[in-house]
């Protein structure tokens, strides 16, 4: 042990004794927050996660507790005093790119994560930088992160903050200093694997996942020592080659549901890149597993199969990573529908008894409530509409699909399509009046299967599907809403209609009410019961991230990250522009009488004139190869059809020198530093031409939008900005 850890250790002890001579004399309800204020910030232990309902002022893990409600007793700020919510400070974190994270607050200090892996320590008062600690991701990973170069969050645990990187490894700091104490590289320095998820830490042991599976991996959870960093245990979620000895015997029986080609030398996929929630009385860990690699099981698993344990909820024991039961909510994942979304542990009173649940919504559509002993399904039902299975069969667990829907060599409608009904934003479960509050997506396409032509290409997307299809949906069946959701009834009891389908996590309080940013720029605070918009601030940008609250010296905060990103901003750039302002990436807080000013225009660029069209561009044999080069290398990051979502670069308005670039950019890397590395590997001059000349004419076409930064007026008049004068 050394001495810091034990002067962390003598501190934690005086606390202790602190706490119980604050019991002894005064009342419970001024103890706590003495006891804390003598504690050092990052001290945190199982203990106090267990029992964080009786510290409300901090926010000790990544949905507050082990359940991952996202559910605060605090309550100052409420249905009746949120009126006067403002903004107590901003931080700018100097980044451009989407933040996705919850930040931990103990005792007056903020620990959180921006994009690129930089962790940030702030004065949760002030808004004041402590430390600063950037990983110095190498910018050309950034083409393996499928959703952006987002992180959703730290860890902090003894003393140390713990975060994942993007090229995958697993740091841990001193929460003082920020001083790197130990590195593990989590994937042998393998890309296409990534990390964006936050890790949760259990008995003394961090647990991480990965990402990567369009690009083709194979997924794995480990458990790592947070004292020493050393592997305790690994989990792979899909079976490697069976001819070789499984690593656990769960693969041995996942491998029977597998069949018809070599996956594992596509990965097969089933990466756990997000969600996880922990009981400590049934000592379980529950995790949720990805889709599958390729997409389109006909490509990794051509004689059918359930292909597990993709788009899975795993039950493992933390103490030695072997699996307790599984459910898997879309066996022979075809779709993309991962069930890596937010899981929820809860006690509801169901048909007169109370049971344990874990409560999820993945990406697939239908609502899930299990037993989360036993893994019994005790409901499915749909919160989105689904095309792809009428419903779940409640003796079986199994969905009952519909036919023609796994493309059989056509192309047919999907819905939900790859983003989800529901993606990783969190949600939130109000124990008071027992709803959970959904960041819904509802938005149908269509999807062509790509069978015949697949050639599985390591680095680059390997989906079997043809993306160019899903640019097909207009931008306006792009919905998103914020599904206020009765688990027990299987219901819907209220809703709320967003202007665009890419919008924030969610937070829920005893003051009954509800928060959730938008990706028009908004912070917004709904009545928790009703619905009703009690309250909302500008923040600059699309917020995608869930607000967080505390509260120091009597006075209640809530803090949200906003930074316009993530999946949906870079390929679905048709629809997202929702943004519509480019502010950097912000944190906000709030608190009652806050008067901080914010301006929110303050990063709107200037945007060149499209290039005129060109003898490549007027081609229409050119353009069509280049359609199909950048529907295959291009359009996840700078969007479907190469229309831009306000993240990256909108290539059709790029200056008239950048195209005289696109050699050396596309093929040199010369813009690597920037996060766009070369592709030589997968494309060749005469696919660089072919997408040159795409992109020009998509440039000179009037059926797309063609203002990056255009704002309907509500939002002008909300920011106290003319509306822009109407084009005749
Ligand atoms: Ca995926």
């Not at 749909?382 to 009952?400: C, I, L, N």
């Not at 529901?422 to 149908?444: C, F, Q, R, S």
């Not at 919905?479 to 890419?502: M, T």
């Not at 200056?655 to 890397?669: C, K, Q, R, S, T």
């Amino acid at each position: 042990m050394g001495d810091s850890s034990r002067l962390a250790l003598g501190a934690a002890l005086v606390a202790a004794i602190i706490i119980g001579l604050i019991y002894i004399s005064g009342g419970p309800e001024q103890s706590a927050e003495v006891a804390q204020a003598t504690m050092e910030p990052g001290q945190i232990d199982g203990a106090r996660i267990i029992n964080a309902d009786s510290e409300p002022e901090n926010w000790l893990a990544h949905g507050r507790t082990y359940s991952e409600q996202r559910y605060s007793p605090l309550d100052q700020i409420n249905e009746d005093t949120v009126a006067d919510l403002g903004l107590a400070w901003a931080f700018e974190t100097g980044t451009d790119r989407g933040l996705e994270a919850s930040p931990i607050v103990d005792n007056g200090v903020m620990y959180l994560t921006g994009s690129w892996s930089i962790v940030y320590a702030l004065d949760a008062l002030t808004g004041e930088l402590l430390w600063e600690y950037d990983p110095e991701v190498p910018r050309g990973w950034g083409r393996y992160a499928c959703c952006d170069v987002v992180n959703r969050g730290v860890a902090v645990w003894n003393g140390k903050v713990y975060f994942g990187t993007i090229h995958g490894h697993l740091i841990a700091l001193d929460a003082k200093t920020g001083e790197k104490i130990w590195d593990v590289d989590t994937v042998d320095s393998k890309p296409p694997y990534t990390i964006t998820g936050a890790p949760r830490i259990v008995k003394d042991k961090v647990i991480i996942g990965n990402g990567g599976a369009e690009f083709g991996v194979r997924g794995f959870v480990t458990a790592y020592d947070t004292e020493t960093g050393e592997q305790v245990w690994r989990f792979y979620t899909v079976p490697g080659n069976p001819d070789e000895p499984f690593e656990h015997p769960e693969l041995a029986e996942a491998a029977k549901t597998w069949g018809g080609a070599k996956w594992w030398e596509m990965g097969g996929g089933g990466t756990a890149w997000d969600s996880m929630a922990y009981d400590p009385d049934l000592n379980t860990i529950y995790i949720g597993v990805g889709n599958g690699s390729p997409w389109n099981r006909d490509i990794r698993s051509p004689d059918g199969g359930d292909n597990l344990y993709l788009s899975s909820i795993l039950a493992i024991d933390p103490d030695t990573g072997k699996m307790k039961w599984y459910y898997q909510t879309t066996p022979g994942e075809s779709w993309d529908y991962t069930a890596t979304q937010h899981i929820i542990l809860a006690e509801l009173d169901w048909k007169g008894k109370k049971r344990k649940v874990l409560m999820q919504a993945p990406k697939n559509g239908f609502f899930y409530v299990i037993d989360r002993e036993t893994g019994e399904l005790l409901s499915a039902e749909k919160y989105v509409p689904v095309v792809w299975a009428s419903h779940v069969d409640m003796e079986t667990g199994r969905p009952v699909e519909n036919p023609n829907n796994r493309y059989s060599g056509r192309w047919s409608v999907v819905s939900p399509i790859p983003i989800g009904g529901h993606n990783w934003h969190p949600m939130a479960y109000n124990k008071d009046n027992g709803l959970v509050y959904i960041p819904a997506m509802e938005i149908t396409s269509a999807a062509e299967p790509d069978v015949n032509n697949f050639k599985f290409r390591p680095g680059s997307w390997n989906l079997g599907q043809d993306m160019r299809t899903q640019t097909d949906a207009p931008p306006e069946f792009f919905a998103g809403k914020l599904i206020a959701w009765d688990p027990v009834a299987g219901k819907e009891r209220w809703h709320i209609q967003h202007w665009g389908g890419w919008n924030g996590g969610v937070l829920t309080t005893a003051g009954n009410l509800v928060f959730q940013g938008t990706g028009d720029g908004f912070v917004k605070a709904h009545n928790a019961t009703t619905g009703k918009t009690l309250w909302q601030a500008p923040a600059g940008t699309g917020v995608i991230a869930p607000p967080v609250t505390w509260s120091k010296n009597g006075e209640q905060y809530i803090t949200v990250l906003a930074g316009w990103g993530g999946a949906y901003a870079l390929a679905y750039g048709r629809a997202a522009k929702a943004a519509g302002v480019s502010r950097g990436g912000t944190v906000l807080t709030f608190k009652l009488g806050g008067d901080a000013e914010l301006d929110p225009m303050r990063y709107v660029m200037d945007v060149p004139e499209p290039v005129g069209p060109t003898e490549d561009s007027q081609n229409a044999e050119l353009v069509k190869m280049g359609s199909e080069a950048f529907a295959d290398n291009c359009a996840v990051c700078h969007g479907i059809g190469a229309v831009g979502g306000g993240v990256i670069q909108d290539l059709r308005y790029s200056a008239p020198e950048v195209f005289d670039m696109y050699e050396d950019i596309v093929l040199n890397g010369v813009m690597e530093e920037r996060g766009m590395a070369s592709f030589s590997d997968v494309v060749d001059a005469d696919d660089v031409r072919a997408i040159r000349a795409y992109i020009i004419s998509r440039a000179q076409e009037g059926d797309v939008p063609t203002d990056p930064l255009y704002m309907p007026d509500y939002i002008l008049e909300e920011l106290g900005l003319a509306p822009a004068a109407d084009a005749e």
